[in-house]
C-alpha cells in the first residue's frame, strides 16, 4: 500500500516535499517512482529511485536540476523533493512501486502499484 501526502498550493519558484509511505513486504529489487497528470492530458513520468540502490534514480527533462527524489529505508518512504516550481507542475502527483526493466522506468504500465495521488497547485 502506497500513501502519497505533501502536495498543495504555492507559488511559481516555491518548493514542495512531496512523501509516500510504504507499507507492506520488503520492496528489495523494487523501482519507486513518481508520475503526475495534469486535466485532460496522460500520465506522465516524474522521477523514479531504485529501492535498493538510492543512487540509482532517473528524472524526466522536465524535473532534471529541479526536483530530486531520494528515499529512506528506515521509514519506507519516498519523498520527491521539488524546488523552483512553474505552473506547469501543476498536476495530480502519483507515487508508484514497480519492477520495471532498465529501459522502461518511465512507463507508467511497469507499476504494479499505486498511491492515491497528492494535488499541486503552482500559481503565477
Known amino acids: 500500500q502506497l500513501q502519497a501526502s505533501g502536495g498543495g498550493l504555492v507559488q511559481t519558484g516555491g518548493s514542495l516535499r512531496l512523501s509516500c509511505a510504504a507499507s507492506g513486504r520488503t520492496f528489495s529489487g523494487y523501482v519507486m517512482g513518481w508520475f503526475r497528470q495534469a486535466p485532460g492530458q496522460e500520465r506522465e513520468f516524474v522521477a523514479a529511485?531504485?529501492?535498493?540502490?538510492?543512487?540509482?534514480?532517473h528524472y524526466s527533462g522536465s524535473a532534471e536540476g529541479r526536483f530530486t527524489i531520494a528515499r529512506d529505508r528506515a521509514k519506507n518512504t519516498v519523498y520527491l523533493q521539488m524546488n523552483g516550481l512553474k505552473p506547469e507542475d501543476t498536476a495530480i502527483y502519483y507515487c508508484?512501486?514497480?519492477?520495471?526493466?532498465?529501459?522502461?522506468?518511465?512507463?507508467?504500465?511497469?507499476?504494479?502499484?499505486w498511491g492515491q495521488g497528492t494535488q499541486v497547485t503552482v500559481s503565477s
Open positions: 529511485i531504485s529501492w535498493s540502490d538510492s543512487t540509482v534514480t
Open positions: 508508484a512501486r514497480g519492477r520495471p526493466v532498465a529501459s522502461a522506468w518511465r512507463t507508467s504500465t511497469m507499476y504494479a502499484y
